[in-house]
């Protein structure tokens, strides 16, 4: 009954969700890259085509009424270049490989890039090509034969979560608009949406610790990373002996990873009573200590993240952050 509703209140996007559904279950899940077959490629005419077909019709009844054979001729003409449009239509996205669909991770308010390459392997050009996901469209893209460009939509996002996209389509209405080609993409990819961070009103708590456990995910503990004058104290072992038998000052071997200030980010010590806010909170911390360089872990309830730096945790944290205690968010 609530389907029978909303078909007579909204008929047109309840036709174009059934046609979706159908297309999904026609198609399945699209590998990573797909070339769009004629099979899986649609036309309709649109409202232009529509009423460029009701005037060669009225031509036609007004040529036979008259027995003119020159409006015989030119409504042939123009119902043959009609035909010749839907095919050319259909020709320009037929063929077409769509391949790297991701999208990269957005904070809670901003928007979220959802990124894919358009390639054209054929010897022709292609026209106005139109991507997009939901009401989200990017401007027409024409492609030379051969070339291959990026394309970036911008999709809004509202809360956190894993973002799921469902469904990508690609159009063209050249030439001359009267029909609508398109193809939709239903890709296994998904992104991640942050907590909002909180304002920067708010210093993690004093819990610091100095270790050398503490690592880049980009350079190892043994990674040379320059030299510095010696200091009382220092390991004859980080002694660069090479370069003081050279005649040169007394210096030492500095490595990465080494002699890191960790702070530990505790669900606990946030100030905040709500779990969004809590969330928020530790974001801001999260996204203060990359930003300073710092080491630091994070501990919420059921997970806990040991110490470290670099982008790869700073991503773990906040993805840990952001699917706490919900299963996802399903973009369009």
């Known amino acids: 009954m609530s389907q029978l509703v909303t078909a007579l209140k909204h008929p047109v996007g309840w036709l174009r969700q059934r046609m979706a559904n159908w297309a999904l279950k026609r198609q399945g899940t699209d590998p990573d890259p797909v070339t769009l077959k004629s099979r899986r490629t649609y ?11 009701l005037v060669l019709f009225a031509m036609l009844m007004a040529s036979m009424n008259y027995n003119n054979s020159m409006g015989f001729a030119l409504t042939f003409t123009l119902a043959g270049l009609g035909i010749v449009a839907m095919h050319w239509c259909h020709q320009n996205l037929t063929g077409l490989t769509v391949r790297g669909i991701r999208v990269d991770p957005a ?113 190892g503990e043994d990674d040379f990373a320059g030299l510095r004058n010696f200091h009382r104290g220092d390991s004859p072992r980080h002694i660069a002996w090479k370069a003081m038998a050279k005649g040169g000052e007394l210096l030492v071997k500095q490595f ?25 909170r530790l974001c801001r911390w999260v996204v203060d200590a990359h930003a300073h360089g710092q080491a630091y872990g994070l501990r919420i309830p059921g997970s806990e993240f040991p110490p470290a730096i670099g982008h790869s945790h700073r991503h773990h944290c906040l993805m840990a952050l952001a699917v706490f205690g919900q299963d996802g968010v399903k973009g369009e």
């Open 43 to 53: 036309i309709i005419p649109t409202a232009l085509g529509i009423g460029y077909g």
């Open 107 to 219: 904070f809670a308010g901003e928007q979220a890039t959802l990124s894919l390459c358009l390639e054209n392997a054929s010897n022709s050009e292609r026209y106005e090509l139109v991507v997009a996901c939901g009401a989200n469209v990017i401007p027409t893209v024409d492609l030379a034969p051969g070339e291959s460009t990026e394309v970036a939509i911008r999709i809004p996002t509202h809360r956190r979560g894993v973002y799921f996209i469902e469904r990508i389509g690609v159009s063209t209405r050249f030439p001359f608009g009267l029909f609508r080609s398109w193809s939709w993409l239903h890709p296994a990819v998904s992104g991640v949406v942050y907590p909002a961070p909180a304002p920067r009103n708010e210093a993690p708590p004093p819990d610091n610790t100095d270790t050398g456990g503490a690592q880049d995910d980009r350079k």
């Open 256 to 280: 990465a990873g080494t002699d890191v200030t960790t702070h530990w980010l505790d669900w606990e010590k946030a100030q905040e009573q709500e779990t969004e806010e809590k969330l928020s």
